[in-house]
């Protein structure tokens, strides 16, 4: 049946046992916190069906709009399956726990402790009940597609990076903040070629709408409210797109600033500097949600998690690999050299 090569496909009864967990939290989370108030969901759904109807060059009418076309589906199938089920709280929440937990598996293997971790405390921390009480589920995905994107590169898949990157903007446009991934590419020349590709896909995605004539995403404002910019431009000042464009160049910035300091250093780098992008987003916008630590958290969940479910097993690992890397620093070790497969071992009274 296929509900059974479902199962075998997640992998261990445990593995399984957590996806069903993290499905049971997140309906849980849909049904005690229901509440529409401040979320935008509804309107992403009706504007995800404008999009889909004949009056789709009108999807962008109003600048209030700053979702992305995948965002508008993910509500409007949100909406959708709740109408014939659960309701739309409970279905959007097990979409985002359920997008989670299928990256983290990818992401740690079939590993449940690791899994659990993730799991309650992407619950916990109320990363979830957000996909639907706030209504951007794009904060869980575009971060998933960062993580991602942040493998490919380091497997040295450039285009499957940039077609990565450029999902990610096609929740939200912010989703172009992850381009700092790309420097984990080998070759600066493969990571200038994908940041091409995804942008130019990026623009394709939105180009159809700017070309149908009723397209006013870019004139939305945005009033300082309480955050870094306060400082500098005053409290309720006009926060206007051209000054995006500027924070943009600065998020980036630090963001590959991370990535190409660590790359070579440790594994964690396709974590920690998608967050450290999020982390420069979240400073320097004009207004400050909750919400907008999501990325963060996620990522740091899915980074301790081999730390904190399993640290004795994660030790042993760091453990094994102590002596490889201390080999590389004995006085008897030459490095590598072109056109050789391993260092070579010389005399310790010949210089190196």
């Known amino acids: 049946m296929p509900i059974f090569r479902l199962m075998r496909r997640l992998g261990s009864p445990g593995t399984v046992l957590v996806f069903a967990l993290g499905a049971a939290g997140a309906a849980a989370a849909g049904v005690l916190l229901p509440s529409a108030l401040f979320s935008d969901?509804?309107?992403?759904?009706?504007?995800?069906a404008t999009m889909l109807s004949p009056q789709w060059r009108h999807t962008y009418h109003d600048p209030w709009l700053q979702a992305g076309p995948f965002e508008l589906l993910v509500c409007l199938a949100g909406r959708t399956l709740g109408a014939v089920g659960p309701g739309t709280p409970v279905a959007l929440d097990a979409l985002g726990a359920l997008a989670l937990l299928g990256v983290a598996r990818h992401v740690l293997g079939d590993r449940w402790r690791e899994l659990l971790f993730v799991t309650v405390g992407s619950l916990g921390l109320g990363v979830i009940s957000d996909t639907f009480e706030i209504g951007h589920p794009a904060e869980l995905f575009v971060t998933l597609l960062w993580l991602l994107a942040a493998r490919a590169a380091r497997r040295d898949r450039a285009v499957a990076a940039a077609l990565l990157v450029r999902l990610s903007a096609g929740f939200e446009t912010w989703g172009l903040l992850g381009a700092p991934v790309l420097f984990l590419l080998p070759r600066l020349r493969s990571t200038v070629a994908a940041g091409a590709l995804a942008l130019a896909a990026a623009c394709a995605l939105y180009a159809p709408f700017a070309l149908g004539g009723d397209f006013h995403m870019f004139e939305l404002h945005w009033n300082v409210a309480g955050t870094l910019d306060a400082y500098v431009l005053g409290e309720g000042s006009a926060f206007t797109w051209p000054m995006r464009l500027a924070e943009s160049v600065i998020v980036v910035s630090v963001g590959s600033a991370v990535a190409v300091a660590l790359r070579r250093r440790t594994g964690a780098v396709t974590w920690v500097a998608p967050a450290a992008t999020s982390l420069s987003r979240v400073l320097l916008d004009p207004v400050r949600y909750g919400y907008y630590?999501?990325?963060?958290?996620?990522?740091?969940?899915?980074?301790?998690?081999?730390?904190?479910?399993?640290?004795?097993?994660?030790?042993?690992?760091?453990?094994?690999?102590?002596?490889?890397?201390?080999?590389?620093?004995?006085?008897?070790?030459?490095?590598?050299?072109?056109?050789?497969?391993?260092?070579?071992?010389?005399?310790?009274?010949?210089?190196?």
Not at 41 to 48: C, L, V
Request: hydrophobic share 50%; net charge positive.
């Open 41 to 48: 969901a509804h309107s992403f759904a009706e504007a995800g």
């Open 293 to 352: 630590w999501d990325p963060a958290l996620v990522l740091m969940l899915v980074g301790f998690a081999l730390v904190v479910a399993s640290p004795r097993a994660y030790a042993l690992r760091l453990r094994a690999r102590l002596p490889a890397a201390a080999g590389r620093l004995e006085p008897g070790f030459r490095p590598r050299r072109k056109g050789s497969p391993r260092g070579e071992a010389v005399s310790a009274a010949r210089p190196l």
